[in-house]
C-alpha cells in the first residue's frame, strides 16, 4: 500500500447518492465487508490473498502521521464468489502487530479468514473512522496476469480502525465498479431465473 494511489475524484455526499444501490451500500457499511457482499451477491464470499508480507516501518500515509503503529502486516486480498468466481472487491490492509493479540495475528497469517470476521470473534472493541472515498484505477498489484481483473475504474474507500484510542488498521477497499452496474446486474438475475426455470422443468 503506497500513499500514491491512482485517484481520479473525491466523492462527495451528493456524489455517492448518484450511484447505484449496492455500490451505496457497500460503501455506507459499517459492518464486515464480506457479510454485505453475501447478502448483495446471494452466494458465498471467499478470500484470495494474492500478497501477505511483515513490515518493520509502515508506508508513508496521510492517515498516519503522528502515529506509529510499529510492525506492520500488509494484506492484499479479492473477495471472490464461491459459485461465480466473479472478483467483487480487491482490499489492501495494514495491521499493526505490535498492538493487536497474538491470537489475531496468527488467524490473519495462517487462514483466509477475512478480517472483519477475525476482528468480530475477538470481541475486541473498535471504532472505524468515516472513510474517505473516491473513484479512481484498481490497486497496482491486480496488474499481475493471475488476477487481471477486466474493470479499470473502481469506487474505493480507506478508513482506519481504532482500538485502545490509537489506529491498529488502515484498509482500502476497491468496489469493482462493473461488476454492480445496472446492466451486470440484469444479466445475473435473467441468467439465474433461466437456470431455476430449468431446474423446476419449465
Do not use: C
Request: overall charge negative; aromatic content about 4%; glycine content about 4%.
Amino acid at each position: 500500500m503506497t500513499a500514491d494511489v491512482d485517484r481520479v475524484a473525491e466523492l462527495s455526499v451528493t456524489d455517492i447518492r448518484r450511484l447505484n444501490r449496492d455500490l451505496r451500500i457497500l460503501i455506507a457499511t459499517n459492518g464486515t465487508m464480506t457479510r454485505m457482499l453475501t447478502a448483495l451477491a446471494n452466494e458465498e464470499i471467499v478470500v484470495d490473498i494474492v500478497k501477505q508480507q511483515i513490515h518493520d516501518v509502515a508506508p508513508e500515509l496521510p492517515e498516519l502521521e503522528g502515529s506509529a503503529m510499529g510492525r506492520v502486516l500488509q494484506r492484499d486480498i479479492l473477495l471472490r464468489g464461491r459459485t461465480s468466481g466473479n472478483a467483487f472487491v480487491a482490499a489492501e490492509s495494514l495491521i499493526a502487530i505490535d498492538l493487536l493479540p497474538r491470537a489475531i495475528m496468527t488467524s490473519l497469517t495462517e487462514t483466509d479468514r477475512p478480517i472483519g470476521e477475525v476482528m468480530a470473534s475477538s470481541h475486541i472493541e473498535t471504532f472505524k473512522e468515516e472513510a474517505k472515498v473516491w473513484t479512481g484505477k484498481v490497486p497496482r498489484w491486480l496488474a499481475h496476469d493471475e488476477y487481471e481483473i477486466s474493470p479499470t475504474e473502481t469506487v474505493a474507500r480507506r478508513y482506519r480502525v481504532i482500538a485502545g484510542g490509537q489506529p491498529v488498521m488502515i484498509i482500502t477497499e476497491y468496489v469493482l465498479k462493473t461488476v454492480f452496474d445496472d446492466t451486470s446486474k440484469n444479466k445475473f438475475v435473467t441468467a439465474s431465473k433461466q437456470a431455476e426455470s430449468r431446474n423446476n422443468g419449465m
